[in-house]
Nanobody, 115 residues
Framework: QVQLVESGGGLVQAGGSLRLSCAASGTIESINFMGWYRQALGKQRELVAGIPSGGTTNYADSVKGRFTMSRDNAKNTIYLQMNSLKPEDTAVYYC?????????WGQGTQVTVSS
C-alpha cells in the first residue's frame, strides 16, 4: 500500500505561483508512473504532468512552459511548480502514483486562481 498526502493548494491571483507537494509513504518498490491530474468543476479529470518509469515528463499543452513537475527521491516526494497561473487553472489537483501497476491517488488539493 502507498499513501499519498498532498499540500500546497490555495487561492492566488492570476499571474501568481503555487507549488504543490505530494509525499508518498508505505511500501514503495517499483514506481511505474507518477503524475499530477486536475479536475475542474463539471469537467473530467485530466492529466497535467506525468512521468513514466525511465521516461521523460510530459505536460498538457495548456500548462507547457508554466508548470514544472519534479521529484525528490530521497523524500519520496513529487512537486508541481505552477507559474503564471490563469483562472482556467482553477481545479482540484490530485497526485497519482502507479506502483507495481496499482493506482494510488492523493486526497486532492484545491487551487483557485482569481482574475
Amino acid at each position: 500500500q502507498v499513501q499519498l498526502v498532498e499540500s500546497g493548494g490555495g487561492l492566488v491571483q492570476a499571474g501568481g505561483s503555487l507549488r504543490l507537494s505530494c509525499a508518498a509513504s508505505g511500501t514503495i518498490e517499483s514506481i511505474n508512473f507518477m503524475g499530477w491530474y486536475r479536475q475542474a468543476l463539471g469537467k473530467q479529470r485530466e492529466l497535467v504532468a506525468g512521468i513514466p518509469s525511465g521516461g521523460t515528463t510530459n505536460y498538457a499543452d495548456s500548462v507547457k512552459g508554466r508548470f514544472t513537475m519534479s521529484r525528490d527521491n530521497a523524500k519520496n516526494t513529487i512537486y508541481l511548480q505552477m507559474n503564471s497561473l490563469k483562472p482556467e487553472d482553477t481545479a482540484v489537483y490530485y497526485c497519482h502514483v502507479q506502483e507495481r501497476w496499482r493506482d494510488y491517488w492523493g486526497q486532492g488539493t484545491q487551487v483557485t486562481v482569481s482574475s
